[in-house]
């Protein structure tokens, strides 16, 4: 059966802090690992990795995937109040792009 | 573009009662998916379309859900009967497939009650 796991669940820290949140991941037919922050609505769109070792950035957020050792992370530096989401890592799986998602960590970050 | 456009945003039902939710994809995507979020299993995947083709149900928890693509720009969810036990948010999402870029858009999601 195909595994997404994150870690922590759960996060709380202070604006300014730097988070790392992890992804690891068991399944067959990997294509992709996908990103996504969710707030109070739908899931949107943060990172695609798909090559071992090739850092993306998108200003205080940045993500890389290890497909030897099968997992990934995301850090977010210099917090702020709006970086509170529950934040989701998925793997895109298969011929039919079948995206299968964890259960996600919830970051609260406190001014 | 308008998104994915879901519908109804909210719905609060009785046990037992039908529900039906829809779903139109953005235009131009050819995969369509459903997933279900609920605080003690995260976001999971119910049953995914291809070319308005359902290719894995096996996220369909039982019986009482079933899902329709009748053409490529709609498709619906539905619950019958239902039970408190499904009351979840419902997301539908669609994507293109494309294996150099593909990313999935969510909709706004319907979030079921059933009391």
């Known amino acids: 059966e195909d595994k997404v796991v994150q870690s922590p669940l759960s996060l709380v820290v202070h604006e300014g802090d730097t988070v790392t949140l992890n992804c690891s991941y068991e399944?067959?037919?990997?294509?992709?690992l996908l990103w996504y922050k969710q707030e109070k609505k739908a899931p949107t769109f943060l990172f695609m990795l798909t090559s071992s070792g090739i850092e993306k950035k998108s200003g205080r957020l940045s993500s890389i995937l290890d497909k030897k050792e099968l997992f990934s992370i995301l850090n977010i530096t210099a917090t702020q109040t709006g970086d509170s989401a529950i934040y989701l890592c998925a793997v895109l799986i298969g011929s039919n792009y079948k995206l299968t998602f964890g259960k996600g960590t919830l970051l609260t970050v406190n001014p | 573009d308008a998104g994915v456009i879901q519908s109804p945003r909210h719905e609060v039902t009785e046990m037992g009662q039908e529900v039906t939710l829809r779903c139109k994809p953005i235009?131009?995507?050819?995969?369509l998916f459903w997933y279900r979020q609920t605080m003690m299993r995260g976001l999971e995947l119910l049953i995914y379309f291809n070319n308005n083709v359902p290719i894995d149900d096996s996220g369909m928890p039982e019986d009482r859900f079933s899902a329709k693509m009748p053409n490529a720009s709609f498709s619906t969810l539905k619950i019958q009967p239902s039970e408190p036990r499904d009351s979840a948010v419902y997301f539908c999402?669609?994507?293109?497939?494309?294996?150099?870029?593909?990313?999935?858009?969510f909709g706004e999601g319907s979030w079921l009650t059933v009391v």
């Open positions: 399944v067959t037919n990997f294509r992709s």
């Open positions: 999402a669609s994507s293109t497939g494309d294996i150099h870029g593909n990313t999935i858009y």
């Open positions: 235009s131009g995507h050819n995969s």
